[in-house]
């Protein structure tokens, strides 16, 4: 596709329940990122991918937040046993220039996630 | 450790005024900054960007002032067209990690 494509849009989950939310980026951009975002706040910095190489998971809020991107495309944001604290619009974005270089961010619609 | 601050959280503006938003940042190792548009149910977009070693940057309707003295920048709508209602995110970035503010509601009325 043209854009960044991202799945589910939706996603309720029971607390302690596992979810894995899928990013796939515009074609041939080397940087990935995930962004979290509450409600009512701006993106909060999760994680960086530069191809497959993770280079800065520092904004992950706990262990229980995993993200992958084996093949240099297509990320996964993994929560392990969920908690109502998760519940945030989860936004993944691309970008054909490497972090340290500027330029705009390309957002996928994001993943909004429901913990009940 | 909000290093971005949009604390405006809504403007109202009549169609054709100026809309002025307005955003704060603290960290001086910040070098580029962006804004972008948010609709519904849909990701950002980015509107307009300006380099640290400019103090203005215009596109069309858009124009984004940086005051790197004050650690302030804005961006200026003119004229407001009701298509520009949307939450607005200030953006920072140094070493390509972008900081967001908290977004401000523009709601332009006919």
């Known amino acids: 596709g043209a854009g960044v494509s991202q799945s589910p849009r939706y996603k309720v989950a029971k607390r302690g329940q596992d979810v894995a939310l899928r990013c796939d980026p515009i074609?041939?951009?080397?940087?990935l990122f995930w962004y979290q975002q509450a409600l009512g706040q701006g993106p909060e910095f999760l994680t960086y991918?530069?191809?497959?190489?993770?280079?800065?998971k520092s904004g992950l809020p706990s262990d229980r937040f995993f993200a992958e991107r084996p093949e240099g495309s297509v990320s996964t944001l993994k929560i392990q046993r969920t908690q109502q604290e998760d519940s945030a619009v989860y936004l993944c974005?691309?970008?054909?220039?490497?972090?340290?270089?500027?330029?705009?961010?390309?957002f996928g619609e994001g993943s909004r996630l429901t913990v009940l | 450790d909000q290093q971005v601050k949009q604390n405006s959280p809504s403007l109202s503006v009549q169609e054709g005024r100026i809309s002025i938003l307005n955003c704060d940042y603290t960290?001086?190792?910040?070098?580029?900054f962006l804004w972008y548009k948010k609709y519904p149910a849909e990701g950002p977009t980015f509107l307009i960007s300006?380099?640290?070693?400019?103090d203005k940057n215009e596109d069309g309707r858009f124009t984004v002032f940086l005051n790197k003295s004050a650690k302030h920048l804005s961006l200026h709508i003119v004229p407001s067209q009701p298509g520009d209602s949307a939450v607005y995110f200030c953006?920072?970035?140094?070493?390509?990690?972008?900081?967001f503010g908290a977004g401000t509601r523009l709601t332009v009325k006919p």
């Open positions: 974005a691309s970008s054909s220039r490497l972090a340290g270089n500027t330029g705009e961010l390309f």
């Open positions: 074609s041939g951009h080397v940087s």
């Open positions: 991918f530069q191809n497959e190489a993770q280079l800065d």
């Open positions: 960290n001086s190792m910040f070098d580029y």
């Open positions: 300006i380099s640290s070693i400019k």
């Open positions: 953006a920072a970035s140094a070493s390509g990690y972008m900081r």
